[in-house]
């Protein structure tokens, strides 16, 4: 997709990278992402709400269930400005507490078309995929379990999106 944000290849071989020494790294790897993957929305619709119960993991980080070598960007689209912002974003929402809680499929009936594709890494070569809209992350933990997340509401605590700067 020509709209998203492919800057790694441009600018060399270097992973471009944001890290604390208690963070995951989260880095800029660009690969092309599948049209179809691009198109489709994150949540469901009013016609089958989701009856499973949650996992029982208050935030991102406890889910993922082992440790992460790192989060790969692959995607981000340019209104996010720059992949600072992008990493500063998944960065937030690794300790951040979602609206209500971490489920297997949403309970929310509104999509959203994802933004942002990665993968997250774990140790041994396991790697699961990342898909994050504005305030929906939809990830897989080290073992394959699918987990989705809403990070908007009532509550602006709770409220995690990103800081894209304003158009100028």
């Not at 890494?121 to 994050?132: A, D």
């Amino acid at each position: 997709m020509r709209s998203l944000v492919r800057l790694g290849a441009a600018l060399g071989a270097l992973p471009w990278c944001l890290i604390a020494a208690d963070q995951i790294p989260v880095v800029f790897v660009p690969r092309d992402i599948p049209v179809e993957a691009s198109r489709r929305l994150l949540g469901r619709g009013l016609e089958s709400p989701s009856n499973q119960p949650p996992y029982g993991h208050a935030t991102m980080r406890e889910a993922l269930g082992a440790p992460v070598v790192r989060i790969a960007i692959h995607q981000y689209p340019p209104a996010w400005g720059s992949f600072t912002v992008v990493a500063e974003y998944i960065t937030r929402l690794l300790d951040a507490q979602p609206e209500g809680e971490l489920r297997p499929t949403p309970m929310w009936s509104e999509g959203a078309i994802p933004q942002v594709f990665g993968t997250i890494e774990f140790g041994g070569g396991v790697s699961r995929p990342l898909q994050v809209a504005r305030g929906y992350v939809f990830f897989q933990d080290v073992k394959g379990r699918s987990w989705c997340a809403r990070y908007l509401g009532g509550d602006p605590k709770r409220e995690v999106v990103p800081k894209i700067p304003s158009p100028q």
